[in-house]
């Protein structure tokens, strides 16, 4: 059964990076919170998940039909052929079940599910944006699927993997995959330079220098936007200084470093980089995820800060680059972090049949499984054992590997697409001329007035 699926997977797979070549560069939109890309409009020919996979014997006894309905925003890109072979697979393997996918753009899902949810009329599963899980909490809609998975399923993953898909306590999602924010950078390029290593915010400083050689070759390829791309990125860069941006204190009610003296260096320091270093492609308040890979790909930049799928989206441009990439975690002032982007699928309370939907879910989070899917998406492994695989060693994946153990727990804020906004217009204002003050003074006001509406 295992080497049928890596057939498919493998023949899918091929299949999908031809027509992400053919198709041009990523479209670059993702739900706020998110360091993950879509990977384009242009997907896959997918698998027909809409009938029954395999014909039971005439003689066997009839086995209840039962049909899973999921939500996936995987359906929308090209991943989506992958997906939709392990649910071909799982259905040969379970004559009895149907699986109907049914395909929403990531940046759209969640307000279909809570229309959805006003219908009464939720699917049995659904792929589950991170920053949407407190919101979906408080909405009721999603139940813990801990008792179906099991604890071996459960044990199988590090402890911060299960925190990172949990709200309050409860697990909101199955995991299937994670995609850690770490720095990328040439490994080739370094070794060029007088500098071995990338541990600190200084080295990084300094190797961007090091790379940068003032008209076609620059050290960092920073995503400057205001949007859920650039903000997800510049939450880590921050963190690294010491900074949360909205955290609970003893007293339970939210509070925020972003008026004090550490976010006001790390935010100066970020801009920076582009107007007074001048390590930064031309350009940066308007570069995008897919600019940000396009020049680091056109070998117009050295590193990029990004999730582990960037490694894929690179390669893909530039196949030339294939063993020239490295990956250490977010170098550090204060600390190491990362947001380990633990993603998969949430059943929902509507869902009649939850043991077999979680029985299909771990089915695509299983070793084998794993593997091919990373290898073809970049998207990587929850389980250790699948981590384990020599394939997460090389110097490409291993800082992804590495910033695991710097993972911090995502804000269980319902409102922090807004604090990410907030972040968002304070960096790219500044680098439109704003000056640090100014723009300080508008995040002060803006928190401050989010956190009275949150205490009220």
Avoid at 179 to 190: C, E, G, H, M, S
Avoid at 212 to 240: C, H, L, P, Y
Avoid at 256 to 277: N, P
Avoid at 366 to 391: C, H, Q, W, Y
Wanted: with cysteine; charged share 20%; aromatic share 8%.
């Amino acid at each position: 059964m295992k080497k049928r699926l890596l057939s498919i997977l493998l023949s899918v797979s091929m299949t999908a990076a031809v027509l992400a070549g053919c198709g041009g560069q990523p479209s670059g939109s993702q739900n706020p919170g998110s360091a993950v890309e879509e990977s384009g409009s242009q997907k896959t020919p997918e698998a027909d998940t809409s009938t029954d996979a395999a014909q039971t014997d005439d003689a066997a006894a009839p086995e209840e039909e039962i049909t899973l309905t999921i939500m996936s925003s995987i359906q929308t890109e090209n991943e989506a052929g992958l997906e939709s072979a392990m649910a071909q697979q799982y259905m040969a393997d379970h004559p009895n079940i149907k699986i109907e996918y049914i395909a929403v753009a990531n940046n759209d899902l969640n307000a279909q599910i809570i229309t959805l949810n006003s219908s009464n009329d939720l699917p049995d599963a659904f792929y589950m944006n991170t920053a949407f899980m407190p919101q979906a909490k408080s909405m009721g809609i999603v139940l813990d699927p801990t008792e179906y998975l099991g604890e071996d399923f459960i044990n199988s993953m590090d402890p911060s993997i299960i925190e990172y898909a949990s709200t309050d306590g409860q697990l909101m999602v199955v995991p299937w995959f994670m995609v850690p924010v770490a720095l990328i950078y040439r490994a080739d390029w370094l070794e060029e330079t007088d500098f071995d290593t990338i541990e600190t915010m200084e080295d990084f400083r300094n190797v961007g220098k090091a790379f940068t050689n003032g008209s076609d070759k620059w050290g960092f390829a920073m995503v400057g936007t205001q949007n859920g791309s650039g903000e997800a990125r510049f939450s880590q860069f921050i963190k690294a200084f010491g900074v949360d941006e909205i955290y609970q204190d003893d007293t339970g009610a939210w509070v925020s470093d972003l008026t004090g003296d550490k976010y006001k260096t790390a935010l100066q320091t970020f801009v920076d980089l582009d107007i007074v270093d001048g390590i930064v492609p031309p350009g940066a308040t308007e570069t995008g995820y897919p600019e940000a890979v396009t020049y680091f790909a056109n070998q117009q930049a050295g590193m990029i800060i990004s999730g582990s799928n960037a490694l894929g989206a690179i390669v893909s441009q530039n196949p030339e680059l294939d063993g020239k990439l490295a990956s250490v975690p977010i170098p550090s002032q204060e600390r190491h972090v990362s947001n380990l982007q633990v993603s998969g699928y949430s059943i929902t309370t509507a869902c009649e049949h939850p043991a077999e939907m979680a029985d299909f879910l771990k089915f695509m989070a299983e070793k084998e499984n794993a593997i091919t899917f990373a290898a073809a998406t970049g998207r990587m492994p929850v389980s250790s054992d699948a981590l384990a695989d020599e394939m997460f060693s090389t110097p490409a994946y291993k800082g992804f590997v590495d910033c695991i153990q710097y993972a911090l727990p995502y804000p269980a804020y319902s409102g922090y697409s807004e604090v990410q906004d907030i972040m968002g217009e304070s960096y790219n204002s500044m680098l439109s001329g704003v000056s640090i003050d100014d723009a300080m003074k508008q995040v002060e006001s803006r928190i401050n007035t989010l956190l009275s509406e949150t205490a009220q």
